[in-house]
């Protein structure tokens, strides 16, 4: 009697440590899974991560050459519009000293007629 109650227990004894054993196993397992699972992340993420590194440096250099045009243009067009008031402020110039002049020489004619 005695003998079957130790006996029971070192078969609870050994099935525990069994037990024991399976769930280190399994937990030994889901461990590996989840480190896996974390070097598989952390690798996508990595090549996502240059992914969008290199979208963002291929849509600024992009910018950066649509600005420099723009710039050149608004510099071209500026220098357009200033070389035409310069014409412009020459012409005005040129047709106020036709006029006065043209102004001046009919007086100039108009007394020569009258003294005469």
């Not at 889901?30 to 996502?48: D, N, P, Y």
């Amino acid at each position: 009697m005695i003998q079957t109650e130790i006996e029971s227990v070192a078969n609870a004894l050994c099935k525990s440590e069994a037990e024991e054993r399976t769930t280190d196993e399994q937990h030994n397992e889901f461990l590996g899974g989840v480190e896996s699972a974390e070097a598989a992340i952390h690798r996508q993420t990595t090549e996502l991560k240059q992914l969008i590194d290199r979208q963002a440096d291929r849509l600024l250099r992009e910018l950066r050459v649509a600005r420099q045009q723009r710039d050149e243009e608004v510099k071209r067009r500026k220098n357009e519009l200033q070389l035409n008031r310069h014409v412009l402020r020459d012409f005005q110039n040129y047709s106020q000293q036709v006029k006065d002049e043209g102004i001046l020489r009919s007086i100039e004619v108009h007394l020569l007629i009258t003294v005469a």
